[in-house]
């Protein structure tokens, strides 16, 4: 964002004052907000009040008729107005795969949204041994498990939870690509006992969100994860985050995931649309069931 206006720089002539006061700076509004970033001026509030009071708009559409902002430009002052975290720019390196993060009025979001506030119900209604702790299950490859949990974590995050999200597929982790952060340090490395915590990685344009990338892919991924400094890491992070969500590898290839569910207490399991086969599915979460995980829900993703 652009650094904002000094105060006396926001400050009208007496004489137009009278007739089109400019929005006090800091008082919340939303012409306030957009002197306050640089992105309108004196002359251009007094042209907004202007048409508001002729047309009866509101601010930020008599702004985008005056052609003064970009819808950009309102969608990131809306945000910070209801203290929302403003939409991601393209320069910010972080892929696009995040829709809450970078178009969070598109209906995917709201979906996401919607998802969010099912999993914090059920998290209240359920005694699972690990409160908000959640794997995201598939039973096999491109079936949106990694862009789900991204994704919901960066909802999680938005809402002011302090959210961990853990790449815990050792065999073939996304979650560095999507963020955009270093993986050579990551949870291989803290379970091999070669790193520590600090190994987790803040996304701080993403608000309270926080990433602990998978790290060097190690030759025995299953055994890393059974070994009790994986607990042990789990017991440690529970009290500094509100939310920790992991990313799994297939459930159908590989067993890390339902060692990585009993760890978590609770899973989450998505299909997809014309791609994951029911009886894949129905065997997931069987074994999942059978290994003591509370299935919180079966997500039928058609992105």
């Known amino acids: 964002m652009n650094k904002g206006t000094k105060m006396k720089e926001n400050v009208l002539p007496i004489e137009r004052a009278a007739a089109h006061p400019p929005p006090a700076v800091h008082d919340g509004s939303l012409g306030s907000i957009l002197v ?3 992105k309108l001026g004196e002359r251009d509030v007094a042209e907004v009040v202007a048409l508001q009071r002729d047309e009866g708009l509101r601010f930020g559409e008599a ?6 902002i970009t819808p950009d430009d309102l969608h990131r002052a809306i945000a910070r107005q209801y203290g929302f975290p403003s939409p991601l720019s393209r320069s910010d390196g972080i892929s696009s795969e995040l829709v809450v993060a970078y178009e969070p009025q598109d209906p995917r979001a709201e979906e996401l949204r919607t998802l969010r506030t099912q999993l914090l119900i059920r998290w209240h209604n359920t005694g699972i041994r690990r409160q908000r702790m959640l794997a995201v299950v598939s039973p096999g490859r491109g079936e949106g498990r990694s862009y789900v949990a ?3 974590a960066v909802v999680f995050a938005q809402l002011g939870e302090r959210t961990l999200l853990i790449d815990a597929d050792l065999r073939s982790p996304r979650q560095h690509r999507i963020f955009n952060i270093n ?5 291989s490395s803290v379970l091999a006992g070669r790193a520590d915590r600090d190994a987790v990685v803040p ?4 608000g309270s969100l926080s990433i602990l990338p998978a790290g060097a892919r190690p030759p025995n991924p299953q055994e890393l994860l059974l070994r ?3 607990a042990g890491l789990l017991d440690d992070l529970e009290s500094d985050f509100d939310v920790i969500l ?3 590898p297939p459930a159908a290839h590989y067993a890390d995931a339902q060692s990585l569910a009993y760890r978590a207490g609770s899973a ?4 997809r649309r014309d791609h994951t086969r029911i009886a894949d599915t129905a065997s997931v979460v069987r074994d999942l069931n059978e290994a003591g995980t509370h299935i919180v829900g079966t997500l039928f993703n058609s992105f």
Not at 63 to 68: G, H, I, P, Q, T
Not at 203 to 206: E, S
Not at 268 to 271: D, L
């Open 36 to 38: 306050e970033e640089g």
């Open 63 to 68: 702004a985008l008729r005056l052609a003064l």
């Open 150 to 152: 991204a994704n919901l």
């Open 183 to 187: 993986s050579r340090i990551g949870l």
């Open 203 to 206: 996304v701080t344009a993403l």
């Open 228 to 230: 009790p400094a994986m």
């Open 246 to 248: 992991f990313d799994t």
């Open 268 to 271: 989450m399991v998505i299909a």
